[in-house]
């Protein structure tokens, strides 16, 4: 028989050392910086969408708007537009920002002067190209009350509808207190 050493019971508990290697994760981290500031500085950063304003030239006399021409809309509180047709408040009405909304009183009022006056041919300040739009005049006036993002939402409604004559004006007096709510007197 051949003679075996037989292991004692100290060198069976004893483990052997192992060499683990080790990584130096500082390249990689300074790696990781360097593709990062490489990467925001090459990227564009999101850019605020401007809405072109065609203003008019100062040569001549300005036209007169027609009332058979013009939606008068008066920007209330709550996210409330009143609006009348032509510049008497003969009668007032309300709706609010949503498509079914304010977009659909331009819209009926665009389609009115179409049928009544037809289209108008025009030159486009952009392309020179002969294009034809409606007659519709929008006069847009923010009551006290109103917010900002309610005279935004009523010109993005004019660029959506393609409103070509839009302005925004301050309301009259009589029209503030159409729409203001007046205090009770006991």
Do not use: C, I, Q
């Given at each position: 028989m051949a003679n075996f050493p037989i292991p004692s019971a100290k060198s069976r508990n004893q483990t052997q050392k192992r060499w683990s290697p080790t990584i130096d994760f500082t390249p990689m981290v300074d790696l990781g910086f360097l593709l990062i500031t490489?990467?925001?500085?090459?990227?564009?950063?999101?850019?605020?969408?401007?809405?072109?304003?065609?203003?008019?030239?100062?040569?001549?006399?300005?036209?007169?708007?027609?009332?058979?021409?013009?939606l008068t809309l008066l920007l209330g509180?709550?996210?409330?537009?009143?609006?009348?047709?032509?510049?008497?408040?003969?009668?007032l009405d309300s709706t609010t920002f949503d498509d079914a909304g304010l977009r659909q009183v331009i819209l009926n009022k665009m389609d009115q002067l179409q049928s009544t006056f037809g289209l108008q041919a025009y030159n486009d300040p952009k392309s020179g190209t002969e294009k034809q739009g409606s007659y519709l005049n929008v006069l847009i006036k923010p009551l006290p009350n109103s917010t900002y993002k309610n005279l935004v939402d009523a010109l993005d409604e004019m660029n959506i509808c393609r409103v070509r004559y839009y302005c925004i004006l301050d309301p009259t007096q009589t029209e503030t207190n159409l729409i203001t709510p007046k205090p009770d007197v006991k």
């Open positions: 490489f990467f925001m500085l090459s990227t564009t950063l999101a850019k605020p969408t401007l809405m072109a304003v065609v203003m008019p030239d100062a040569k001549g006399a300005p036209e007169p708007t027609k009332a058979s021409k013009a509180a709550n996210d409330r537009v009143f609006w009348y047709e032509g510049l008497e408040t003969d009668h």
